[in-house]
């Protein structure tokens, strides 16, 4: 069965940097589009970023100039690069693919202390 399984989360102060990864199983990982997805307390769920099979980007406007998504396919693993992290940027953040379905990960917690 398909998993995401993220991991990097923590937490930094404002200014600072985390790098999360999401390692896929159960999918063909190299023609999978993926994403990254965060949300914090109370308000919905947003799409941060994403990476397509042939590694074309797209970002929300809030996080770009500041965070990277890439990949490795060799890994099945997609990263997000994060940095001068502010406050705001504080949320749970889940890696997902719509590779034959929609699949989320467990998600992990990012927390930026101002």
């Known amino acids: 069965q398909v998993q995401l399984v993220e991991s990097g989360g923590g937490l930094v102060q404002a200014g600072g940097s985390l790098r999360l990864s999401c390692a896929a199983s159960g999918i063909i990982f190299s023609i999978a589009s993926m994403g990254w997805y965060r949300q914090a307390p109370g308000k919905p769920r947003e799409f941060v970023a994403t990476i397509s099979s042939g590694s074309a980007t797209a970002y929300a406007d809030s996080v770009k100039g500041r965070f990277t998504i890439s990949r490795d396919n060799a890994k099945n693993t997609v990263y997000l690069q994060m940095n001068s992290l502010k406050p705001e940027d504080t949320a749970v953040y889940y890696c997902?693919?719509?590779?034959?379905?929609?699949?989320w990960g467990q998600g992990t917690q990012v927390t930026v202390s101002s």
């Open positions: 997902s693919t719509k590779w034959r379905g929609d699949y």
